[in-house]
């Protein structure tokens, strides 16, 4: 029956996401918009471009996965779906961890899968570029944990999109370092890859644990 | 189910609401909260839906089973919990997978709520008691012994209400239970009535020092 519940729940947020008024695409077009501008900012220099290349998209990264983010309860506490959820047999935990998932699988798993194809734009040669998709892939479930926890702390507060940028960047800087320097570290080097790359991981796996429990008490404290 | 409350008392933002509520409620029993606007009949059903902690008091559940009050009621209130991009059957079948022991599909539920030609038609192009009707559908697509309703007649037309008033008459004949907060006669036959009468101001409260009339000059 949970089971069963939180099927529901992921299949319902994946359908709004796709639906009219939905932010389902728009995070990537906003990673390809930050993406595109900076070579005009930088002028046509390649060998800067292909350098900070990796910076470049994990930062572009970090800014896309808050679209959408301030509405994940917001939405859901205005229009008293919320109410519901909290009477179903899947604790609250397990609300915010399906919740999280759909958001990531609309936003961060198609950021690190467009990433190479970004890449091109910044002059990443094709190892960085699969650096750079890899260290997305499991880097950016710890920005979307991270962000979840100022989502639900923000839910009952009206236009906390600002708020929740401030309160939810600061916290992203550990998953921003190693993640570039995880893609930097795959260019050459004296540090190997899977250094930061397994810490990446790991930042990952305790943003899970930490962050569904946090995410689960702040919607719990501020009914 | 058997749900019992005894000398509840909420205080909201410093704000004392109510004290020294206390009823219980046996299988087939329907209870009406009236009271005049601002009483906290809605805060009544918040804490009884478990999203507000009383103050004090206790609030037990007995007879049944091993959930917990919030897994055995239904809230239909002003906030309706449908989501305007999905259909009311997506809306429906999402409340019957989330809430679990499913009854109806939400086809036979909206049909007979008279809206089955609205069932593949997004909630936003429903109008405000089409949208009441749907969220109504909610209380027959899963069983739940216990359905806490906010005003449930506001926005319904007649033929509506009279549909309602035969849920809640079934829904109590097969031993549910029924809290309703309202201004109007449900249709709810021998239901007790809970008056809400709003708690005397203490020195302690916010606000206790208000002057009495408003004075003009």
Not at chain 1, 75 to 102: C, F, I, Q, R, W
Not at chain 1, 153 to 160: D, E, F, K, M
Request: hydrophobic share 50%; proline share 5%; aromatic share 4%.
């Amino acid at each position: 029956m949970v089971t069963r519940a939180l099927r529901a729940l992921v299949a319902r947020d994946l359908a709004l996401a796709a639906r009219v008024g939905g932010s389902g695409a728009l995070s990537l077009v906003f990673f390809l918009m930050i993406v595109a501008l900076v070579p005009f900012a930088l002028g046509p220099d390649l060998n800067l471009l292909s350098r900070i290349g990796p910076a470049i998209l994990w930062l572009a990264a970090v800014l896309s996965t808050l679209i959408g983010l301030d509405r994940l309860f917001q939405a859901d506490e205005e229009d008293g779906s919320l109410d519901l959820m909290t009477g179903s047999p899947v604790p609250l935990e397990g609300v915010v961890l399906a919740k999280v998932l759909a958001h990531w699988l609309t936003t961060g798993l198609p950021l690190a899968l467009a990433s190479p194809l970004f890449g091109l734009l910044v002059a990443l040669d094709d190892r960085a570029m699969g650096a750079t998709a890899l260290t997305l892939l499991v880097g950016t479930p710890a920005l979307t944990f991270v962000g979840a926890v100022g989502a639900a702390l923000t839910a009952s507060i009206r236009r906390g999109g600002l708020i929740l940028a401030v309160v939810v960047l600061p916290l992203m800087i550990p998953t921003l370092i190693f993640g570039v320097s995880a893609s930097e570290a795959a260019l050459g080097g004296t540090v190997p890859f899977t250094t930061p790359l397994a810490i990446l991981c790991a930042l990952s796996l305790i943003a899970g644990v930490i962050g569904t429990l946090a995410a689960a008490a702040a919607l719990r404290w501020s009914e | 189910m058997r749900l019992n409350a005894q000398n509840l008392a909420v205080r909201r933002s410093g704000r004392r609401i109510f004290s020294d509520l206390s009823f219980a409620l046996g299988p087939g029993e329907a209870l009406m909260v009236t009271g005049r606007n601002g009483a906290g009949k809605s805060t009544l059903l918040a804490v009884l839906a478990g999203r507000l902690k009383p103050e004090t008091g206790t609030l037990t559940v007995s007879e049944a089973g091993e959930a917990t009050i919030s897994e055995c009621l239904h809230v239909v209130g002003h906030r309706d919990g449908l989501k305007s991009p999905l259909t009311a059957e997506e809306n429906l079948a999402f409340a019957r997978d989330l809430l679990g022991a499913p009854t109806a599909s939400p086809r036979a539920a909206l049909e007979e709520l008279g809206l089955g030609h609205a069932l593949r038609l997004p909630v936003a192009y429903l109008s405000a008691g089409q949208r009441r009707r749907v969220a109504l559908a909610r209380l027959l697509v899963c069983r739940r012994p216990l359905w806490l309703l906010d005003e449930p007649t506001a926005a319904l037309d007649t033929a509506s209400q009279g549909l309602l008033a035969g849920m809640m008459a079934r829904h109590r004949a097969e031993g549910g239970l029924v809290i309703a907060a309202t201004h109007q006669a449900l249709g709810l036959e021998d239901a007790r009535e809970l008056r809400i009468e709003a708690a005397k101001p203490r020195p302690d409260d916010i606000g206790a020092r208000a002057p009495a009339e408003e004075v003009w000059w």
